[in-house]
């Protein structure tokens, strides 16, 4: 499995309080990304991160900020949660890949973490 | 723009019986075509992946796929179904050079009857 952890595994907070998740990696893989899992929705996208100190948007991205300044580490902040944040959280990597042979493509394979549940009272 | 759907949300099978599940894509460049699996409680584990190459995949526990551009299609078989196989299965597209990100399906939860 890839060194992926997340912390912590469950939270619960109230409406207004400020929030981090923190998603660290050991594979020293380059991307990193925040989703959040909803029923019916799948994974949506929130914040992504293509190097250190590089983030770009999701398509979920308000009410969330990130920062990375380390390889290792990216932080997942709700700056005032709202009860509509309340999810499962999941961390990814990657790292582009060539393939050879018979599987030449390039593809971007993301590792996922064990996920945050977090609930917002 | 890319986009992804899962033309089941549930499907239920007896064990030892095949599995099938489907999935439509839309992309504009030569996509990646991966299927996820969730366990209950559990994070992501990657099945199999599609990347230009053959277009028949193989992935890890008999599952696998076939892509048909003429169809736009990527759809899970898997010949004989097992009690462990019960989990959600995502399907998921990514556009090759330069996007970096994946686009989920809304998922298939498969049901194994005993």
């Known amino acids: 499995d890839a060194g992926i952890t997340q912390s912590p595994r469950h939270k619960v907070t109230e409406t207004g309080t400020p929030v981090t998740l923190r998603c660290h990696q050991t594979e020293n893989h380059r991307y990193m990304y925040w989703y959040r899992q909803d029923p019916g929705h799948g994974l949506r996208l929130i914040h992504y991160?293509?190097?250190?100190?590089?983030?770009d948007k999701g398509e979920v991205s308000d009410g969330y900020s990130v920062s990375r300044s380390k390889t290792e580490d990216f932080l997942l902040t709700l700056e005032s949660a709202t009860s509509s944040q309340t999810s499962v959280y999941f961390c990814a990597i990657s790292e582009f890949a060539v393939g050879s042979g018979s599987d030449r493509g390039s593809y971007n394979e993301q590792f996922f973490g064990p996920g945050t549940r977090l609930t917002v009272l | 723009a890319q986009s992804v759907t899962q033309l089941d949300s549930h499907v239920s099978v007896s064990e030892g019986t095949p599995v099938l599940l489907r999935c439509n894509y839309s992309s504009s460049y030569s996509p990646s075509l991966f299927w996820y699996v969730q366990h209950p409680n559990k994070g992501l584990q990657l099945l199999l992946k599609y990347t230009s190459a053959a277009t028949l995949v193989k992935g890890i526990n008999g599952f696998e796929a076939e892509f048909k551009k003429s169809e736009t299609s990527f759809h899970l078989t898997k010949p004989s179904a097992h009690m462990s196989d019960a989990a959600e299965y995502f399907c998921?597209?990514?556009?090759?050079?330069?996007?970096?990100?994946?686009?989920f399906g809304t998922g298939t939860r498969l049901t194994i009857i005993p």
């Open positions: 998921v597209v990514s556009e090759h050079f330069g996007n970096e990100k994946l686009t």
């Open positions: 991160s293509y190097g250190v100190k590089d983030t």
